[in-house]
């Protein structure tokens, strides 16, 4: 059963960085794509970006775009979100996930509902 554990959230100023990362757990993750999505309070789950594990295609929110890199340790299971020049807007619990169906056909998507498997969630808070 694939498990993902997100860390690395927390309360950061406007203009800062920090970095998320997802453990990953239980399959080869050979042909799946991984993706970042956040929601704030009173919105629905938003996509900030994915890739294809195995590294075919990578895909990011225009509104992340420039600031945020989505990247693995292929060694450690673990995918990373970097996110640089922060702002309040950013402010949101992010989730990490692993999409299988679409993947297969070498897809990203950027539609939660298309994605199986869900961590718990991390909350990132950019006070201004």
């Known amino acids: 059963q694939v498990q993902l554990v997100e860390s690395g959230g927390g309360l950061v100023q406007s203009g800062g960085s920090l970095r998320l990362s997802c453990a990953a757990s239980g399959d080869t993750f050979s042909r799946c794509a991984m993706g970042w999505f956040r929601q704030a309070p009173g919105n629905e789950r938003e996509f900030v970006a994915a890739f294809m594990w195995n590294g075919a295609g990578t895909a990011y929110a225009d509104s992340v775009k420039e600031r945020f890199t989505i990247s693995r340790d292929n060694a450690k299971n673990t995918l990373y979100l970097q996110m640089n020049s922060l702002k309040p807007e950013d402010t949101a619990v992010y989730y990490c996930?692993?999409?299988?169906?679409?993947?297969?056909?070498?897809?990203?998507?950027?539609?939660?509902?298309?994605?199986?498997?869900w961590g718990q969630g991390t909350q990132v808070t950019v006070s201004s």
């Open positions: 996930a692993v999409e299988y169906a679409l993947a297969n056909y070498g897809l990203i998507s950027r539609n939660f509902r298309d994605y199986s498997y």
